[in-house]
């Protein structure tokens, strides 16, 4: 158990619909992390908050967004739904920017 | 924007040195190179992280030239629970920055 919690496990949507997935990371981590990983394009950074500021972005689509809390906690919000979204999305933390990521156990998102 | 390479996949067998590399070419100077393992439907765990020359921790060393086009990350007398997808990261100096995975290489090991 890395420490890093996501939820929902699964979902299940349809296109063109909005979800927002949840990420709680480690207790004390400022650092959140967000990848998608689908079968053909591997594991892709998405974007990246330290301390509820957000610090890099790698390849994230406009129709996504995200956000880090007071609390630490962050969301992905994902909107019109293409089936190519289907996918794993995972939440990382880290106790500070280039240290040792905590993964969760991802989001399996399945667009139909 | 550094680029990662990585076989698609190795072959081993148990008690054996395994000695996975990843080029990157166009590494930054502020860029760290980072190993993850990946069980299936399990988020990927930290393996070694390293900047120049050598790390080694109690799982694994890890090898890197003076010019960092590459690295490569060594794994000593492989165990079939080490089979597994391992990727390496590049990126994230301690400036931020985008952080740039390998395809990932799936390593089979073998009795």
């Known amino acids: 158990d890395s420490g890093v919690t996501q939820t929902p496990k699964h979902l299940i949507t349809a296109t063109g619909q909005r979800v927002t997935l949840r990420c709680s990371p480690r207790?004390?981590?400022?650092?959140v992390y967000w990848y998608q990983q689908s079968l053909d394009q591997g594991l892709q950074f998405l974007i990246q908050?330290?301390?509820?500021?957000?610090?890099a972005k790698g390849n994230i689509l406009e129709r996504f967004s995200a956000q880090q809390f007071p609390d630490l906690h962050s969301e992905l919000n994902l909107s019109s739904l293409e089936l190519g979204d289907s996918a794993l999305y995972f939440c990382?933390?880290?106790?500070?920017?280039?240290?040792?990521?905590?993964f969760g156990p991802g989001t399996r998102l399945t667009v139909l | 924007l550094a680029k990662t390479t990585q076989p698609i996949s190795m072959d081993s067998y148990e008690g054996q040195e395994v000695n996975i590399t990843c080029s990157h070419n166009n590494i930054a100077t502020n860029d760290y190179i980072t190993w993850y393992q990946q069980f299936p439907s399990q988020g990927p765990r930290f393996i070694i992280q390293g900047y120049k020359t050598k790390v080694t921790n109690e799982v694994a060393s890890l090898f890197i030239p003076a010019d960092r086009k590459s690295s490569t990350l060594s794994l000593p007398r492989v165990s079939l629970s080490d089979t597994a997808v391992y990727y390496c990261?590049?990126?994230?100096?301690?400036?931020?920055?985008?952080?740039?995975f390998g395809q990932g290489t799936e390593l089979s090991v073998k009795p």
């Open positions: 990261l590049v990126g994230e100096g301690n400036q931020g920055g985008k952080l740039i």
């Open positions: 990382a933390s880290s106790v500070s920017q280039g240290a040792e990521q905590f």
């Open positions: 908050y330290y301390n509820g500021e957000e610090r």
């Open positions: 207790s004390g981590d400022l650092s």
